[in-house]
């Protein structure tokens, strides 16, 4: 069989070192909460869980506007919490709404949750302070670049500009 191969666009990424640079700082947290035995724990869990302690019961869009994310994402990650243990859902201010509140097991950890986010934000300066041009000042720099001129019309035009893909 004469198989036909295609070059393989994802072999070549500008992206893929700083998902790989993220997941492995996010393996290194998730490494402290299981050496702390911290059962069902995600890094990604902790912005919301220390929300909802500092904000109190919020309905998903609440606490999806809070924290910058969708209602269908936060709504997914809300049941994840909710599986894992770390959240439940109450009735509402009326009976058709319904807010998310900790479960006592996250109320017995945020304590420990907010001083390793603090020392996570400490670490990062540390690293930033090494580095010459900082993770921030790139962020910010490349927010800038994209109010001039959004990511969406920067990969348009390159697709107009390529008759491969027209």
Do not use: C
């Amino acid at each position: 069989m004469n198989e036909e191969h295609t070059a393989d666009p994802t072999q070549h990424s500008l992206w893929r070192p700083l998902r790989l640079l993220q997941a492995s700082m996010d393996a290194d947290i998730a490494r402290m909460y299981s050496e702390a035995q911290i059962d069902k724990l995600k890094p990604s869990f902790v912005m919301e869980l220390l929300r909802l302690h500092a904000h109190g019961p919020m309905t998903i869009t609440e606490l999806a506007e809070s924290v910058g994310r969708t209602h269908s994402a936060l709504s997914q990650k809300v049941a994840a919490m909710r599986a894992a243990g770390w959240v439940h859902t109450i009735t509402g201010d009326d009976a058709r709404s319904k807010k998310v509140t900790l479960t006592d097991n996250a109320r017995d950890i945020v304590g420990r949750l907010a001083a390793e986010w603090q020392a996570t934000e400490a670490a990062i300066a540390d690293l930033e302070a090494e580095i010459p041009y900082p993770l921030t000042r790139v962020v910010a720099d490349i927010e800038q670049a994209l109010e001039r001129r959004s990511f969406h019309d920067r990969i348009i035009e390159k697709l107009g500009a390529d008759p491969a893909l027209g």
